[in-house]
Antibody, heavy 114, light 107 residues
Framework: EVQLVQSGAEVKKPGESLKISCKGSGYSFSSNWIGWVRQMPGKGLEWMGTIYPGDSETRYSPSFQGQVTISADKSISTAYLQWSSLKASDSAMYYC???????WGQGTLVTVSS | EIVMTQSPATLSVSPGERATLSCRASQSVSSNLAWYQQKPGQAPRLLIY???TRATGIPARFSGSGSGTEFTLTISSLQSEDFAVYYCQQYNNWPYSFGQGTKLEIK
């Protein structure tokens, strides 16, 4: 069974850094694209970016280019989403997911507030 | 970027009836189209991928059709647990994109 397990909820202040994680199991992590999806409160889904863990090729949606960094460690089957300087507008639920394939994480709620 | 447009925004249907949800792509996405169901407070759940292939464990009352730019999700006989928000998503061209969602509500 494909499983994606995300790290827990985070509460941060503006300007702080953050790195959240997503551990995959039940499939070949290195050989499948995995991405991150943002859902702001009461809003729809936005695909942020995706990475191929086998060679770390990474693609970002234009709205998120330069705003976040996506990475992966294939040795531990884990993908990451990180911010160097959080803003209040980054407050949202973040999901990891496999594009067009079974497997979504349970979501990580990020709250940024002073 | 490919824009995905779902219609209607809200669909009111009685339990036991059929629901038909539409998704249109601004350019061809071949059959690289997925449908998701999301209930309040839950992560989205994959229903259909490849435009018409049901994901594991998805009841047969859910079916997907279409290719190119026009796609349909049909729920043949609505059950109480089917009332939720449904999203389509193309994964043919980067950046991947979702539709804005259709809220399926009880009539």
């Amino acid at each position: 069974e494909v499983q994606l397990v995300q790290s827990g909820a985070e509460v941060k202040k503006p300007g702080e850094s953050l790195k959240i994680s997503c551990k995959g199991s039940g499939y070949s992590f290195s050989s499948n694209w995995i991405g991150w999806v943002r859902q702001m409160p009461g809003k729809g889904l936005e695909w942020m970016g995706t990475i191929y863990p086998g060679d770390s090729e990474t693609r970002y949606s234009p709205s998120f280019q330069g705003q976040v960094t996506i990475s992966a460690d294939k040795s531990i089957s884990t993908a990451y989403l990180q911010w160097s300087s959080l803003k209040a507008s980054d407050s949202a639920m973040y999901y990891c997911a496999r594009p067009g394939a079974p497997g979504w994480g349970q979501g990580t709620l990020v709250t940024v507030s002073s | 970027e490919i824009v995905m447009t779902q219609s209607p925004a809200t669909l009111s249907v009685s339990p036991g009836e059929r629901a038909t949800l539409s998704c249109r792509a601004s350019q061809s996405v071949s059959s690289n189209l997925a449908w998701y169901q999301q209930k309040p407070g839950q992560a989205p759940r994959l229903l259909i991928y490849g435009a018409s292939t049901r994901a594991t464990g998805i009841p047969a009352r859910f079916s997907g059709s279409g290719s190119g730019t026009e796609f349909t999700l049909t729920i043949s006989s609505l059950q109480s647990e089917d009332f939720a928000v449904y999203y389509c998503q193309q994964y043919n061209n980067w950046p991947y994109s979702f539709g804005q969602g259709t809220k399926l509500e009880i009539k």
